[in-house]
């Protein structure tokens, strides 16, 4: 088995309203029940948004904190998975199930050197 990362892309503004909030939180939650019956799921989590970020660099032997995230964007990480899957077609296979979950892209990265 590999480890994937799907990461969630939420657009910057507003949370929407409860009404598709609501519809969106109850996918998840079926998901997530979903991917542990499954065997897949490692871990799950929601970020706050991208403005509580801080950034924290070390140049010439100095740290350095900033606020805000990283990368200035439209859109940031706003949650994750961490899966176990056989391969990437089926690590694909759940992210497409995220995305319709979520209604937003799913990005799927597999970890470097994890192999069970």
């Known amino acids: 088995m590999s480890r994937y990362l799907l990461s969630i892309y939420q657009p910057d503004g507003p949370v929407p309203e409860p009404a598709v909030l609501n519809k ?19 871990f799950t989590g929601g970020l ?49 199930k995220a995305a319709e979950a979520t209604t937003l892209p799913i990005e799927v990265r597999p970890f470097a050197g994890y192999r069970e």
């Open 48 to 96: 706050h948004p991208a403005d509580t970020a801080t950034v924290v660099r070390v140049k010439d032997g100095e740290v350095l904190t900033t606020d805000g995230p990283f990368a200035e964007a439209k859109e940031h990480v706003g949650g994750l998975w961490v899966i176990e899957a056989p391969d990437l077609d089926l690590a694909l296979e759940w992210a497409r």
């Open 24 to 42: 969106i939180m109850a996918d998840l939650d079926v998901l997530n029940q979903e991917m542990r019956d499954a065997g897949a799921w490692v």
